[in-house]
């Protein structure tokens, strides 16, 4: 399968391409403000460079986010572009999930916190026991720092400490400063080397699906890390799953 995979939910952009499975190119750069058209140079030369055309691929992974809203309507609106031109499918991977897997790739096996300071008093936060499993909950920001002071607690009571990934898409904000004191006091480990997705992350998550995960192009929901008012109404609450206890 030849798959292009895209990423652009902080302000780094990035794409990346597979065949047959394969990591075979992939390009990083900062994007410009009110420049959507640098991330369709990036295809276009990553494929060039491969020797490949759009009408090539056979699919698309794409970052969904949470992440900005500028960026993400970009890469959204790009693989949506391609994948109704060419007829072929789509995937959404999260940014979360990306951060994680990230960290998972650096050796650490152990309990991983994923942490996105969002903005409107809120932050995003995923909670991974394991690889492969993670749970992703908005919160806001007193909530958020009640659950970095548990993983905290859990850092000194556990035999392994547990592991944050975080992003510096909103550094500054209220929630970004409570998870640096929280997890500095705790002793908590930082795993922010790279603090973003990168689109090679986001196409091996998707390879490793089954096939049936993957759908049409309108299926390609973002996720903003601004909360709407309906989101707001509803308890913050991303996903249906409680966030589970720690060790420890």
Avoid: N
Avoid at 84 to 101: F, N, Y
Avoid at 158 to 179: F, I, K, N, Q
């Amino acid at each position: 399968m030849k798959l292009l995979a895209l990423t652009t939910s902080t302000p780094w952009h990035g794409a990346a391409l597979f065949v047959d499975g394969q990591p075979v190119a992939h390009t990083l750069q900062h994007a410009g403000r009110g420049e959507p058209r640098q991330l369709t140079a990036l295809v276009w030369q990553l494929l060039a460079d491969a020797g490949l055309q759009s009408s090539d691929l056979e699919a698309i992974a794409c970052d969904v986010g949470p992440g900005s809203f500028t960026g993400l309507r970009q890469g959204i609106a790009t693989a949506r572009a391609l994948a109704w031109a060419h007829k072929i499918p789509t995937i959404a991977v999260g940014s979360l999930e990306a951060m994680a897997a990230q960290a998972r790739e650096q050796g650490w096996s152990g309990p991983l916190c994923v942490a996105l300071p969002a903005r409107s008093g809120l932050s995003f936060v995923g909670w991974s026991p394991r690889p492969g499993d993670l749970h992703e909950r908005l919160l806001p920001d007193d909530e958020a720092e009640a659950f970095w002071r548990t993983c905290a607690t859990a850092a000194r009571a556990a035999a392994g400490p547990v592991a944050v990934v975080g992003s510096p898409l909103t550094g500054g904000s209220p929630g970004r400063v409570a998870m640096e004191r929280v997890w500095t006091a705790g002793g908590i480990r930082d795993l922010e080397d790279p603090p973003h997705p990168l689109a090679q992350r986001v196409g091996a998550i998707a390879l490793a699906r089954s096939s049936d995960a993957f759908r049409t192009a309108l299926e390609l929901i973002p996720s903003y890390l601004s909360a709407s008012e309906a989101e707001v109404a509803a308890g913050h609450l991303v996903a249906d799953l409680p966030m589970p206890s720690l060790p420890g």
